[in-house]
Each structure stands twice: as C-alpha cells, then as structure tokens.
C-alpha cells in the first residue's frame, strides 16, 4: 500500500509538472523526461545493484521487503497513467511530497524501503554512525542541482519544496534515529541468540536469569537497535519464542560500539 501511494503521488502529481522526487526515484523521473525509457523500467534497473548491496550488507527480511517495494513502484509506474490532478505546480509538489513521505513512511514502518539513497544512507548511517537524515539530504542535493541544469530552476526550486514536504511526513510517521535498548527474556536464550546474530547486524549480551514466581532459569538478551529495525527484531523474536517477555525502551545515548564487531 506504501508502495502504491509513493506512485500515485509520482504520476498525478509530481511528474506532469516536471517536479522531482528524492533519490534514484528523482533521477528515474529525469530519464522518463529526457529518454524514451519508462520511469519504472529506469527505477528498476538503477535500484538493483544497490538492491544486491544492501542483501550483503543488510537484513534478510529488510531487503527483501525493500527489493518487494521496488518492484511494486516500478510496476507501478510503468502501468499507471501519467495525469496532472492538479493545474498548480506548487500545489502538486507539496502534495505530491506529503503523498511520497506518507507511502515511504509505511514502508519504513513496515521494515522496509524504497530502494536507492535509503539503502546506501543505512549502510553508511551503520558504518560510521552518521544521522542518516544529513547523508540523505546531502544526496538529495545532486537531484536538485541536475534539476536545474536540465530543466530550469524553477523546477528545481519546485522539487526542493517536494523534497522538503516529504521528509517532513516521513519524519511524522517513522522517527528512524531514534535508537532502543532491548531486553528479551527467554527460556530459549541459545535458540534465540543464533537467530538474532543470523538475521540481524547488531551484537547482544546474554545474561543469566532466574524467573520471581516460576524459579525456573531464564536468559536475558540484551541488544540495541536503531528504530527502523524494531518490528524486524520483534519478528525474530517470536519466530523462536511467541512467550518471550521484552522490555523496550528509548535510548538517549550509546558508548563504545553500536556495530556488531567484524568476524576479523
């Protein structure tokens, strides 16, 4: 649904103006607007290197929910006919924003992505810490220049406006730096450590516990993850353990190291 929200804000809003979305979509739109080829066709094949990156470097499930994603807007696009609701630019480009920040607001919620700068922003966000939001911004900026220069400013200036509308709406439905601390207790610590460390990048500390009432033993994992992989975690947890207790707090700060340590 996401998905399907970003497209209708692309081809009845953003692209009969020439307005521009961010990221590779943007860059998808300018190939649609300057070649023959279809913005979905172009969205797709300029997202699936990015796509066989991320695979390597992110979640089994975030991926594949983003590499889902990718595959309904570029459908989408390719279908869907290219409609001017509206007469006014700038109304379109701020509704088309806010229609764009809604649709990658549920994806992200929903564990996933859009493809493109999102993907190569997480991976750097995760590497070296960056707020995911200034590498975001900073890559947005090459759409708006390219913009200019290819079309005219005013259309640039439209597609900042577009830009600026849609991080603001994805902000107001997905806070994404928000970091948490988990506490899971289990009486299938083992079970759940292998398939935490197997499908997700953060490390966990596994302590040792013993229930109040019950006396029985217990292991308490704890783990600390950015916001946009909580219901990747709470799904892994109850795929092992559907009765596990977990406490869920939000973080203020982290010292020493955030990232699961190398293998070398």
Known sequence: ???????????????????????????????????????????????????????????????????????????????????????DT?????????LTGLGVGIVFRCSGSTGG?????????????????????TMNAIVIVISGFLFDWDSALNTLVSIYVTGKVVDAIYTDHVKLTLMIITGKGQEMRQHLLNNLYRGLTIMDGVGGYSNDKRNVLMTVISRYELNEVKNLIKEVDPHAFVNITQTIEVMGLFHRPSPD
């Open 1 to 87: 649904m996401g998905s399907l929200i970003v497209v209708v804000g692309f081809n009845l809003f953003l692209i009969p103006h020439e307005v521009l979305s961010s990221g590779l979509s943007g860059i998808s739109m300018i190939l649609g607007m300057i070649t023959p080829v279809n913005t979905g066709l172009a969205n797709f094949i300029l997202n699936l290197p990015l796509l066989i990156i991320g695979y390597k470097q992110l979640g089994k499930k975030f991926i594949t929910n983003s590499i889902f994603s990718v595959i309904i807007i570029s459908l989408g696009l390719y279908f869907v006919p290219v409609h001017a609701i509206a007469t």
């Open 117 to 137: 700068f999102d993907i190569i922003g997480i991976i750097i966000s995760r590497k070296r810490d960056f707020p995911i939001g200034f590498l975001l911004s």
């Open 90 to 98: 700038i109304l379109s480009s701020i509704f088309g924003g806010a």
